[in-house]
C-alpha cells in the first residue's frame, strides 16, 4: 500500500526556519524517482494551493511567487523522501502542508498533512 507521512511541522517564530519531510513507503525506489511530487497547503479558511512542484529530473523545479526565494524542495530518490526547507517564515505561511505524489498512471496521492504555525 502506497502511503505519504508528512513530518517537521511546528510552531516557529517570524523569520524562523523549519524543514518538512514527507516519507513515502509502498514504493519501489525506481518508480517514487520517476513521480513527480508537489507541496500544497491550507491556510485556516482558504483553498489549498500549490507551493512546489518537483519534476521526476530535480532540475524541473516550480514555486508559488509567494515562496520564491524563501522555499526549497528537493527529493532523495535514494531514501524516498521529498524536503521542503522553507526560511524567512512569515505569519502568512502559516498552514497545513500537503505533500502529494502525482502518479501517471493513476490519481494523485495525498498525505495526511502537517500544520506550521508561524507566529510570536
Known amino acids: 500500500q502506497v502511503q505519504l507521512v508528512e513530518s517537521g511541522g511546528e510552531l516557529v517564530q517570524p523569520g524562523g526556519s523549519l524543514r518538512l519531510s514527507c516519507a513515502a513507503s509502498?514504493?519501489?525506489?525506481?518508480?517514487?524517482?520517476?513521480?513527480?511530487m508537489s507541496w500544497y497547503r491550507q491556510a485556516p479558511g482558504k483553498e489549498r494551493v500549490l507551493v512546489a512542484h518537483?519534476?521526476?529530473?530535480?532540475?524541473?523545479?516550480n514555486y508559488a511567487d509567494a515562496v520564491k526565494g524563501r522555499f526549497t524542495m528537493s527529493r532523495n530518490n535514494a531514501e524516498k523522501t521529498f524536503y521542503l526547507q522553507m526560511n524567512s517564515l512569515k505569519p502568512e505561511d502559516t498552514a497545513v502542508y500537503y505533500c502529494?505524489?502525482?502518479?501517471?498512471?493513476?490519481?494523485?496521492?495525498w498525505g495526511q498533512g502537517t500544520q506550521v504555525t508561524v507566529s510570536s
Open positions: 502529494v505524489a502525482h502518479f501517471l498512471d493513476g490519481p494523485d496521492l
Open positions: 509502498g514504493f519501489t525506489v525506481n518508480s517514487y524517482a520517476m513521480t513527480p
Open positions: 518537483i519534476g521526476s529530473a530535480e532540475d524541473a523545479l
